[in-house]
């Protein structure tokens, strides 16, 4: 018998609650929890940057809340939520400011907080629009692919907080690979995709219909299904906007529960793949003596330096291009990993960030670009990233013998009962929850005069 998603989830809440080493899966578990519990639904907007994403949650909110125009960039995330209008700041340091309605834009488009120098975690916006009445949290996220690397970031880390995605494309534009590799990601924690192509206002009815067919037949490979949800529309005009909302609130009344545990139940696999790879690693270290311990760190150090100076090299001759740099960076993730099995005789997992070598960089005197530097900063944020954990890791070792014992006794039993929970999720028939995004029809034929 299949086990509900939420009781799966409990428990591995209560594996994660033992150690001080997976309190960040905890948190994200506790918030999974919670949403499953009050049926809070997360819907981004997402996609390529420059597709009108922010202009098409103001045309579904019926209300001129986010800045837009030829210039604007969304720079940070933006939340918004059913209340009395109003607007507020969270930064990286933890403080919340609220801040006057219209001065949003000083935090959220590129131009004004140019690289988030500001240090602003998300925007949080309040709307009495009645869209979000019943526990939407609509969300417009920075677009991937600009010139503005820690957009995209920003971009691909909140893609694990989504239930549902409107994934956002436009006329003007074929699908490229950019969208492609994003969309591939979401679906790995998203259960529910409205798909959106927008500026329908600038083609006539025959080219539209044939863009419209050629996204349906390659969006439908992408997501393996045999169908999905397109909507034409002109968030400009707001021509076709109330059919993709007709759809959205049809989905909130109806399955909102199916949508929030799907998802939760894919961001689980996530959450338990990245918890187990810290448990058997703190499992490991707890064996080791402390000269084990240093001569083990030597030599992955060791392997570090010998990573960065071939880094180093292959940026020199690879420096203007963006692909090569991207398979090298995924090059190393690999030797890394096969590093920690041999070392420390795990599978050590990473939780892989986007890093778009496409846009950024340095123009050199010749006009080519020179991604050498973000190149070689995204490597040492691997590095780093592997050094942390594996010295918190070690913070735990106490020199009492029976204390360890019990510690690696302790472990042992947490690490079968995480297996056995994740085998499980794997088992869970979460596709079928991907929430029939087929019984609707492929698209809707809109007039767009």
């Not at 083990?296 to 960065?308: H, N, Q, V, W, Y």
């Not at 079968?416 to 698209?443: G, H, M, S, W, Y």
């Amino acid at each position: 018998m299949i086990r509900p998603i939420i009781e799966i989830t409990k428990e591995m809440k209560e594996i994660f609650g033992h150690y001080e080493l997976t309190k960040k899966e905890l948190k994200r578990t506790e918030e999974l929890i919670d949403k499953i519990e009050n049926q809070r639904i997360t819907i981004s907007v997402i996609g390529q940057f420059k597709r009108g994403k922010s202009m098409l949650v103001n045309a579904m909110l019926g209300d001129d809340i986010l800045p837009i125009g030829i210039v604007p960039v969304t720079a940070v995330v933006t939340t918004i939520e059913h209340g009395e209008r109003a607007a507020t700041v969270r930064f990286n340091n933890g403080i919340i400011k609220e801040i006057p309605f219209d001065a949003m834009s000083d935090y959220i488009n590129e131009q004004s907080n140019s690289d988030n120098h500001l240090g602003v975690r998300q925007v949080m916006v309040y709307s009495p629009a009645d869209f979000l009445d019943g526990g939407i949290t609509l969300v417009d996220t920075p677009g991937v692919g600009s010139v503005h690397q820690k957009n995209t970031d920003e971009a691909y880390a909140f893609v694990k907080e989504s239930d549902a995605v409107i994934f956002m494309l436009s006329v003007d534009s074929p699908i490229n690979q950019i969208e492609v590799d994003f969309l591939k990601n979401a679906k790995e924690f998203a259960s529910k995709f409205y798909f959106v192509v927008n500026k329908i206002d600038t083609i006539d009815e025959d080219d539209l219909g044939d863009y419209v067919a050629y996204c349906t037949e390659l969006i439908k490979k992408l997501m393996e299904v045999d169908r999905i949800q397109l909507f034409p529309v002109s968030a400009k005009k707001k021509i076709g906007v109330e059919e993709l909302k007709e759809a959205v609130r049809h989905d909130c009344e109806t399955t909102v529960r199916d949508i929030i545990e799907q998802s939760a139940g894919l961001k689980m696999k996530d959450i338990g793949a990245s918890a187990l790879s810290q448990i058997m690693l703190y499992r490991t270290t707890l064996q080791m003596t402390q000269k084990q311990f240093e001569y083990t760190f030597d030599e992955l150090e060791k392997t570090f330096d010998d990573l960065r100076r071939e880094a180093e090299e292959y940026a020199e001759h690879f420096r203007s291009n963006p692909r090569m740099l991207e398979a090298k960076l995924n090059d190393i993730r690999n030797s890394l990993s096969a590093e920690v099995s041999r070392l420390f005789r795990i599978d050590y997992y990473y939780d892989i960030t986007a890093v778009d070598f496409y846009r950024g960089g340095k123009v050199d005197e010749d006009g080519r670009r020179d991604l050498r530097e973000d190149f070689i900063n995204a490597v040492n944020d691997i590095f780093d990233e592997l050094e942390q954990t594996i010295k918190s890791v070690f913070m735990f070792k106490e020199e009492n013998t029976y204390t360890v014992t019990q510690r690696i006794y302790d472990v042992n039993k947490l690490t079968r009962r995480l297996v056995r929970l994740k085998t499980e999720l794997e088992r869970t028939p979460l596709e079928q929850a991907r929430i029939d995004a087929n019984k609707k029809p492929e698209f809707r034929k809109v007039n767009c005069e």
